[in-house]
């Protein structure tokens, strides 16, 4: 199989990255960035959106399923205890079924949604909210550095950010881990790599457990 020309981090837009891992059977390259510690699977193996959104469909989480809401709960519990009453919120990525908006609104906040397949409708994403939530969709992001900057120019001032996605632990791990198989995914992240954008982006990780994270905009809502 052909290398590929060497492509700046699609986080931090470093050039100089490196070739981490070749998938022979699947034919695809995975590159990894030295700054802000991101992997990713080559542009030229991604899927088109028809196939793309052909994956998601099967997956379809019903937003009354126990099993998933228990799942949500680690981000919804640690985010709603840091929630001001009746707080505004954006859901993106939602996905069909808006689970997560659910559980926020029983607990007394509005939550507006966003998902490119399935909630298309872009007006929401010219307004300004008190939190953002954005789980299980950074890694389906070709361009992850360019969503945070939107997301984050839609937060508040010490407005939180929430995000659930698998984190990388070991990269001995990576040639076997479940979560790259999956064709949708395309970014994989590590602890570092949410130092990094914290760094970045001057913000205070407030809670990191597992594949969560959730930090807060410099500032008072
Ligand atoms: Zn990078």
């Known amino acids: 199989m052909s290398i590929p020309e060497i492509p700046a981090c699609p986080l931090c837009g470093q050039a100089e990255t490196r070739l981490f891992c070749l998938d022979f059977l699947r034919q695809r390259h995975y590159w990894r960035c030295p700054d802000c510690h991101l992997s990713w699977r ?3 193996h991604h899927l088109d959106a028809a196939a793309e959104r052909a994956v998601y469909e099967m997956h379809e989480n019903h937003p009354d399923e126990p099993g998933y809401r228990r799942f ?7 985010l709603r205890e840091r929630l001001p009453q009746a707080a505004r919120g954006l859901d993106f990525g939602c996905g069909p079924g808006p689970a997560l908006a659910r559980m926020l609104e029983e607990a007394g906040h509005s ?11 872009t007006s929401v994403l010219n307004a300004e909210y008190d ?5 299980e969709t ?12 939107r997301l984050l120019g839609m937060l508040k001032a ?6 659930m996605t698998g984190h990388l632990s070991e990269d001995a791990r990576f040639a076997r881990w479940h979560y790259r198989q999956d064709p949708t995914h395309i970014c994989f992240f590590q602890r570092r790599s949410f130092d990094w954008i914290a760094r970045h982006w001057n913000l205070t990780t407030v809670f990191h457990q597992g594949d969560v994270w959730i930090a807060q905009k410099p500032g008072r809502i």
């Open 42 to 44: 080559d542009a030229r």
């Open 72 to 78: 949500l709960t680690r981000v919804s519990a640690p």
């Open 111 to 121: 939550v507006a949604l966003y998902d490119p397949f399935f909630h298309p409708d």
């Open 131 to 135: 939190f953002i939530t954005c789980t």
């Open 138 to 149: 950074m890694e389906h992001c070709a361009q992850p550095g360019m969503e945070l900057a």
């Open 158 to 163: 010490g407005g939180h950010l929430a995000i």
